[in-house]
């Protein structure tokens, strides 16, 4: 990440340079190693600033934890064990990150501390699960629980995007067949309609009315949605707005529900991986709720990390939040109770995973009926609209015969 700061130099000189660090500490810590002193810093603009910040993806990531883990087990050590791994990385992002983990890790640093380093392009929870396994002496084991997290969370992920894809279609083809007739079809008629020397029908006029707007107004309408665009993203970049969305979102009837079901199932799988990697709890639950998808739950689940703290149990903690189900509450209580709250945890994700699935199956199965009817009544009413004044027309001459 790009920072443009206002730092004073060791001879008393105040400069404005560029740097590049992943957060403001880190950039605070560094320019103190350098001697600087820093008066201000902001962001340099960049994509990072719509929220196209570069990552490492999580199928690249789930395939390099397996094979680390690998080759940790057959007894390489852990640096020839990151140059095999870089001779045979294609991707580049993540082969340039590959190579500065490599480098700080031959100067003697953590391997959780060299990914740590490396900022946004990797989940907060992987270098949370390396610490884990550093401590415990036990990273190939928790490399391969990582791996499985990932597999497990692609897995949904693809049954969603898999289930979307038919109502997706139904979608771009009613909208594509509307611009057709808009932009392509319907002006060519105009001046047909206007050598009827008759009042056009209502729906007519309104369709006219619609291509010539679509007609003129394209650009600035594409201009207005990109700026929208800008504007919202830019907007979602601001301290506590995207929380503000997303608490909007799981408001929603039933899909606020299912987001609800799906963040549920991320921070109950997420906590019971790091806790069986041996993180504890207090610690476990931080990096689980900056791993929350929806960030109005991450934000009431951070929130929950202090009243454990102060000796609450977990289940009084994350009830106060008013985020979780009963059900959640009542297993994880379980958990507690028997000292088995990991295993529980994971019980909660594929409880949520399984029905979250169901749901989601019968949304898409009630919603393609749904497109297919309103893209044969959109289309049936503007070919009435379209054909209509030829009717009336015909109408005309048999009276007159």
Same mark, same amino acid.
């Given at each position: 990440m790009e920072w443009v700061c206002r730092v004073g130099t060791p001879t008393g000189e105040v400069i404005e340079r560029s740097f590049a660090a992943p957060d403001e500490g880190?950039?605070? !810590?560094?320019?103190?190693?350098?001697?600087?002193?820093?008066?201000s810093a902001r962001r340099a603009f960049s994509l990072a600033n719509l929220g196209f910040e570069p990552r490492v993806a999580p199928s690249l990531l789930q395939l390099f934890s397996q094979e680390l883990a690998a080759l940790l087990k057959a007894g390489l050590p852990l640096l020839q064990s990151l140059e095999v791994m870089l001779e045979r990385q294609k991707e580049p992002t993540f082969r340039r990150s590959l190579?500065?983990?490599?480098?700080?890790?031959?100067?003697?640093?953590?391997?959780?501390?060299?990914?740590?380093?490396e900022g946004p392009l990797y989940p907060p929870m992987f270098a949370a699960s390396l610490v884990a396994g550093e401590r415990?002496?036990?990273?190939?084991?928790?490399?391969?629980?990582?791996?499985?997290?990932?597999? /497990?969370?692609?897995? /949904?992920?693809?049954k969603a995007i898999a289930a979307s894809i038919y109502p997706l279609v139904l979608l771009t083809t009613m909208l594509g067949l509307i611009a057709v007739l808009l932009l392509r079809v319907i @002006?060519?008629?105009e001046s047909f309609y206007e050598g009827l020397a008759a009042e056009l029908p209502l729906p007519t006029r309104v369709l006219l009315r619609l291509s010539d707007l679509a007609t003129t107004g394209a650009p600035w309408l594409a201009v207005a949605v990109i700026a929208a665009f800008v504007g919202f993203r830019l907007w979602l970049g601001r301290q506590g707005s995207a929380a503000v969305l997303d608490a909007a979102l799981l408001k929603l009837p039933y899909f606020g529900t299912m987001l609800r079901m799906y963040a549920?199932?991320?921070?109950?799988?997420?906590?019971?991986?790091?806790?069986?990697?041996g993180l504890p709890l207090l610690h476990a639950l931080e990096v689980a709720a900056a791993s929350i998808g929806n960030?109005?739950?991450?934000?009431?689940?951070?929130?929950?990390? @202090?009243?454990?703290?102060?000796?609450?149990?977990?289940?009084a903690s994350l009830e106060e939040t008013r985020m979780l189900d009963d059900l959640a509450l009542e297993m994880i209580k379980v958990g507690e109770h028997t000292g088995s709250l990991a295993d529980m945890l994971n019980s909660v994700a594929e409880f949520y995973d399984e029905q979250l699935e169901v749901r989601l199956q019968a949304a898409l199965a009630l919603l393609? @009926?749904?497109?297919?009817?309103?893209? !044969?009544?959109?289309? !049936? !009413?503007?070919?009435?609209?379209?054909?209509? @004044?030829?009717?009336?027309?015909?109408?005309?001459?048999?009276?007159?015969?």
């Open positions: 880190s950039l605070r !810590a560094e320019l103190e190693r350098q001697g600087l002193y820093l008066f190579e500065q983990v490599r480098d700080r890790v031959r100067n003697g640093v953590a391997l959780s501390e060299a990914f740590r380093a415990s002496g036990s990273l190939e084991l928790v490399l391969r629980r990582f791996s499985q997290y990932l597999r /497990l969370s692609l897995g /949904l992920r693809r @002006p060519q008629f549920t199932a991320q921070l109950a799988r997420t906590l019971s991986t790091l806790l069986q990697g960030r109005a739950m991450a934000r009431a689940v951070a929130e929950a990390t @202090p009243r454990i703290r102060e000796g609450r149990s977990l289940t393609e @009926p749904i497109m297919l009817v309103l893209m !044969a009544v959109i289309v !049936a !009413a503007m070919l009435l609209a379209f054909y209509l @004044p030829m009717f009336e027309a015909i109408s005309a001459i048999q009276g007159r015969l």
